[in-house]
C-alpha cells in the first residue's frame, strides 16, 4: 500500500465494530450450543430411566451456560485492557523518569496528534526483549506499551515509527477486537482446563451407570446421540484452539494496514523498516508478554515459525506476517515517496 493512496479510516472502524458484534454472538452462540446440546444428549440419555432415577428435563445447562457466556463477554469486553496490561507487568508511566521515558511520553502525544487521536496512556514493560503493543476499547481508552529493550534499541525516528504503528492500531479500532479476542482466549482456555479435570476424573452421568431399564436404553442409544456426544466434547477440548487460531488469523492481516498508517503518520516508512529488522534480529527472549497477549505486539514475541512465512497456512496459524516481507514494503513505499521528492536513493541492507 502506497502512502500516496488515503486509508480508509472509517470503513476500517466500522468493519471492526461489525467483526466484533460478530464475535460476541458467535461467541454466547457456542456457549449456548455446549449448553442446550448437552442438555439434549442427558435427555436422551436419561428418558429411559428408572421412575425413581433421574430424568433430565429441565435444560438448566444451556440456560447456565448461554447466561454465563453473557457476562463473561461483557465482562472480558470491560476488563480485557486492564487484564493484558496486568499480564504483562507493564507499569504506567505517568511521571517520566530519565530521558528514556521523557522521549517515549513525548513520542506518544506528537503520534497522538498526527493520527488525531487522544493521546493514549503510556505504559512500559520490563523486558530486554523489543517489543510493542497497543490494547483500549476505543480512541479514548487507548493504552500504549513499549519494552525497555526497545527503548534502548531504537532511535527517536525508529520508536516514533513504532509508536505511530501503534496508534494505527488505534485510530483503526483494532485493539478493540484483538483485545477482546485476547480476554476470551484467556477465559476458554481456563474453562477448557476444567473440563479436562473433570474428564480426567471420570465423570459419568448416574443414570448411564445404572441398570436395569436405564442399562437397557443406554444399549439403544442411537447412532445421531453418539455422534452428537462425541461432537460435544471435542467442542469443548478444541474451544481453546479455535479461538486462539481465530486470534491468529484476525490479527495477521492488519499488520501491514498498521505499517502503511506508520508511513502515513511519520512520513517515513525507512524508519519502521529500520526498527522491524533490528526488533527481528534481537536475540533477547521475551519474559513478559505472554500467549495470550502475544497477537497484540508488533512482532511475534514468541519466535514462532509459522510467523516467518507466507500462504494459507501461515495465514492461519501465524500470528504476524513475515517480518522480511513487511521490511521490504516499507522500504518500497520509501524508494516510491524519495523518488516523486526527487531525493537521491541509497541502497540499505
Same mark, same amino acid.
Given at each position: 500500500?502506497?502512502?500516496? !493512496?488515503?486509508?480508509?479510516?472509517?470503513? !476500517? !472502524?466500522?468493519?471492526?465494530?461489525?467483526?466484533?458484534?460478530?464475535?460476541?454472538?458467535? *461467541?454466547?452462540?457456542? *456457549?449456548?450450543? $455446549?449448553?442446550?446440546?448437552?442438555?439434549?444428549?442427558?435427555?436422551?440419555?436419561?428418558?429411559?430411566?428408572?421412575?425413581?432415577?433421574?430424568?433430565?428435563?429441565?435444560?438448566?445447562?444451556?440456560?447456565?451456560?448461554?447466561?454465563?457466556?453473557?457476562? $463473561?463477554? &461483557?465482562?472480558?469486553?470491560?476488563? %480485557?485492557?486492564?487484564?493484558?496490561?496486568?499480564?504483562?507487568?507493564?507499569?504506567?508511566?505517568?511521571?517520566?523518569?530519565?530521558?528514556?521515558?521523557?522521549?517515549?511520553?513525548?513520542?506518544?502525544?506528537?503520534?497522538?496528534?498526527?493520527?488525531?487521536?487522544? @493521546?493514549?496512556?503510556?505504559?512500559?514493560?520490563?523486558?530486554?526483549?523489543?517489543? &510493542?503493543?497497543?490494547?483500549?476499547?476505543?480512541?479514548?481508552?487507548?493504552?500504549?506499551?513499549?519494552?525497555?529493550?526497545?527503548?534502548?534499541?531504537?532511535?527517536?525516528?525508529?520508536?516514533?515509527?513504532?509508536?505511530?504503528?501503534?496508534?494505527?492500531?488505534?485510530?483503526?479500532?483494532?485493539?478493540?477486537?484483538?483485545?477482546?479476542? #485476547?480476554?476470551?482466549?484467556?477465559?476458554?482456555?481456563?474453562?477448557?482446563?476444567?473440563?479436562?479435570?473433570?474428564?480426567?476424573?471420570?465423570?459419568?452421568?448416574?443414570?448411564?451407570?445404572?441398570?436395569?431399564?436405564?442399562?437397557? @436404553?443406554?444399549?439403544?442409544?442411537?447412532? /445421531?446421540?453418539?455422534? /452428537?456426544?462425541?461432537?460435544?466434547?471435542?467442542?469443548?477440548?478444541?474451544?481453546?484452539?479455535?479461538?486462539?487460531?481465530?486470534? /491468529? %488469523?484476525?490479527?495477521?492481516?492488519?499488520? *501491514?494496514?498498521?505499517?502503511?498508517?506508520?508511513? !502515513?503518520?511519520?512520513?517515513?516508512? $525507512? &524508519?519502521?523498516?529500520?526498527?522491524?529488522?533490528?526488533?527481528?534480529?534481537?536475540?533477547e527472549p521475551t519474559t513478559s508478554i505472554k500467549r495470550g497477549a502475544a497477537h497484540l505486539c508488533i512482532a511475534d514475541p514468541l519466535g514462532r515459525k509459522s510467523s516467518l512465512r507466507e500462504g494459507k497456512l501461515?495465514?492461519?496459524?501465524?500470528?504476524?506476517?513475515?517480518? &522480511?516481507?513487511?521490511? #521490504?514494503? /516499507? @522500504?518500497?513505499?520509501?524508494?516510491?515517496?524519495r523518488k516523486r521528492e526527487g531525493q537521491p536513493i541509497q541502497a540499505t541492507a
Amino acid at each position: 500500500m502506497a502512502m500516496s !493512496q488515503p486509508i480508509n479510516f472509517f470503513a !476500517q !472502524q466500522d468493519a471492526n465494530r461489525r467483526r466484533t458484534r460478530w464475535l460476541v454472538v458467535t *461467541f454466547i452462540l457456542f *456457549f449456548a450450543w $455446549l449448553g442446550f446440546g448437552g442438555d439434549w444428549i442427558l435427555w436422551e440419555l436419561t428418558r429411559g430411566a428408572p421412575p425413581n432415577a433421574y430424568r433430565h428435563a429441565f435444560p438448566w445447562m444451556g440456560t447456565v451456560l448461554t447466561v454465563f457466556a453473557a457476562l $463473561l463477554a &461483557a465482562y472480558a469486553w470491560h476488563t %480485557g485492557p486492564t487484564k493484558v496490561l496486568w499480564s504483562t507487568g507493564a507499569r504506567e508511566i505517568e511521571t517520566p523518569a530519565g530521558d528514556a521515558e521523557t522521549r517515549l511520553v513525548n513520542v506518544v502525544e506528537e503520534m497522538a496528534i498526527a493520527a488525531g487521536v487522544p @493521546k493514549p496512556r503510556v505504559w512500559l514493560i520490563d523486558d530486554a526483549d523489543p517489543n &510493542a503493543f497497543a490494547t483500549g476499547l476505543d480512541a479514548e481508552r487507548a493504552h500504549v506499551a513499549v519494552t525497555t529493550g526497545l527503548l534502548t534499541l531504537c532511535t527517536r525516528d525508529e520508536l516514533q515509527a513504532v509508536i505511530a504503528h501503534e496508534v494505527g492500531h488505534i485510530k483503526n479500532l483494532d485493539v478493540r477486537l484483538m483485545t477482546f479476542l #485476547a480476554a476470551l482466549v484467556g477465559a476458554v482456555a481456563l474453562i477448557a482446563d476444567g473440563l479436562g479435570r473433570t474428564l480426567r476424573s471420570g465423570f459419568r452421568f448416574g443414570a448411564v451407570t445404572g441398570g436395569g431399564k436405564s442399562r437397557g @436404553k443406554r444399549d439403544n442409544v442411537g447412532p /445421531l446421540v453418539l455422534v /452428537l456426544l462425541a461432537v460435544w466434547l471435542l467442542s469443548w477440548l478444541l474451544a481453546p484452539m479455535v479461538t486462539r487460531l481465530l486470534a /491468529l %488469523g484476525v490479527s495477521r492481516k492488519r499488520e *501491514f494496514l498498521a505499517d502503511a498508517m506508520s508511513a !502515513q503518520f511519520t512520513r517515513n516508512p $525507512l &524508519a519502521l523498516a529500520s526498527a522491524l529488522d533490528k526488533i527481528e534480529h534481537a536475540a533477547e527472549p521475551t519474559t513478559s508478554i505472554k500467549r495470550g497477549a502475544a497477537h497484540l505486539c508488533i512482532a511475534d514475541p514468541l519466535g514462532r515459525k509459522s510467523s516467518l512465512r507466507e500462504g494459507k497456512l501461515a495465514d492461519f496459524f501465524g500470528t504476524h506476517p513475515p517480518m &522480511a516481507l513487511r521490511v #521490504a514494503r /516499507l @522500504k518500497a513505499m520509501g524508494y516510491q515517496e524519495r523518488k516523486r521528492e526527487g531525493q537521491p536513493i541509497q541502497a540499505t541492507a
